[in-house]
T-cell receptor
Framework: AQKITQTQPGMFVQEKEAVTLDCTYD???????LFWYKQPSSGEMIFLIY??????QNATEGRYSLNFQKARKSANLVISASQLGDSAMYFC??????????????FGTGTQLKVEL | GAGVSQSPSNKVTEKGKDVELRCDPI?????LYWYRQSLGQGLEFLIY????????KSGLPSDRFSAERTGGSVSTLTIQRTQQEDSAVYLC??????????FGPGTRLTVT
């Protein structure tokens, strides 16, 4: 089974609108972390937001928020007030295990977001 | 401050040659990771370093792949006898804890 599933290969959004990028995950480990990264056409992976499995509140970072629904094992990224510069590939990733263990990230297949005027 | 740097940015090599890819992590980051991004396989973990030791090498695809890290800083990923299926972007990341990992710009390897 896939550990990270991103079911939207491509998404379009109008500038200034909000968009939700879906991510579901699969783990039996009670301790895990969920990450979203942005990869523009330049290729660099840019860290956006992090949610720990024990965090009580949804993470937010500026225009990015993570809609964490633990029982449904989903960690959707919400981008508010989309900008043209948000056009990029977005990856959801998971780290399993306790912090300090130096755990690798497992990535989903990504969602290509295109922001239109 | 300076981010993760990688060199070379692009490498074209002939099948059968050896290549070395270099990663310079963020100063003070004790954890260092190598990943590979290819069209068919997406983003795959290769190896993780904590200091100079590699507790997790589970992602190295074959014994042609090896990596080392010296002085708890710079890491080198070596691919021996390169094959066309090794063509990919090799990404290095570093972290201070096991929270967010910061990625370098990658090395695009093309094996002809």
């Amino acid at each position: 089974a896939q550990k990270i599933t991103q079911t939207q290969p491509g998404m379009f959004v109008q500038e200034k609108e909000a968009v939700t990028l879906d991510c579901t995950y699969d783990t039996s480990d009670p301790s895990y972390g969920l990450f979203w990264y942005k990869q523009p056409s330049s290729g660099e992976m840019i860290f956006l937001i992090y949610q720990g499995s024990y965090d009580q509140q949804n993470a937010t970072e500026g225009r990015y928020s993570l809609n964490f629904q633990k029982a449904r094992k989903s960690a959707n990224l919400v981008i508010s007030a989309s900008q043209l510069g948000d056009s990029a590939m977005y990856f959801c990733a998971m780290r399993e295990g306790f912090t300090g263990g130096g755990n690798k990230l497992t990535f989903g297949t990504g969602t290509q977001l295109k922001v239109e005027l | 401050g300076a981010g993760v740097s990688q060199s070379p940015s692009n490498k074209v090599t002939e099948k059968g040659k050896d290549v070395e890819l270099r990663c310079d992590p963020i100063s003070g980051h004790t954890a260092l990771y190598w990943y590979r991004q290819s069209l068919g396989q997406g983003l795959e973990f290769l190896i993780y370093f904590q200091g100079n030791s590699a507790p997790d090498k589970s992602g190295l695809p074959s014994d042609r792949f090896s990596a080392e890290r010296t002085g708890g800083s710079v890491s080198t990923l070596t691919i021996q006898r390169t094959q066309q299926e090794d063509s990919a972007v090799y990404l290095c990341a570093s972290s201070l804890t096991s929270a967010e990992q910061y990625f370098g710009p990658g090395t695009r390897l093309t094996v002809t």
